[in-house]
């Protein structure tokens, strides 16, 4: 199995960022998938979350600004990302298990996940 995100970089406050995970090993089809984010000092949180029917979930601290979606033709997970909060500065990282439950769950529910992509905020 295989996550690779792809797409950070570093943007100033209000600006957009589009991140990708790029899946391969196992289904991706099948199975919810979810971004997390770390940032320096703080837990790893779930941001948001699609199921493979596009049910979604997002964190509070997101909704209105980040959208999640999927290209299962493509085996690959999107996050846009628009009016960027420094607040919003983390890496990023997909993840995903063999379950189709559309929810943030703790991190450690999760034993698939890419290396991350680093989004800076200033």
């Known amino acids: 199995v295989q996550l690779v995100e792809s797409g950070g970089g570093s943007v100033q406050a209000g600006e957009s960022l589009r991140l990708s995970c790029a899946a391969s090993?196992?289904?991706?089809?099948?199975?919810?998938v979810v971004w997390f984010r770390q940032a320096p000092g703080k837990e790893r949180e779930g941001v948001a979350a699609?199921?493979?029917?596009?049910?979604?979930n997002y964190a509070d601290s997101v909704k209105g600004r980040f959208t999640i979606s999927r290209d299962n033709a493509k085996n690959t997970l999107y996050l846009q990302m628009n009016n960027l909060e420094p607040g919003d500065a983390a890496t990023y990282s997909c993840?995903?298990?063999?379950?189709?439950?559309?929810?943030?769950?703790?991190?450690?529910?999760?034993?698939?996940w890419g290396q991350g992509t680093q989004v800076t905020v200033s």
């Open positions: 993840a995903s298990r063999t379950s189709n439950l559309c929810a943030l769950l703790p991190a450690n529910r999760f034993p698939m």
């Open positions: 090993g196992y289904t991706f089809s099948s199975y919810a």
């Open positions: 699609i199921d493979n029917d596009g049910d979604i």
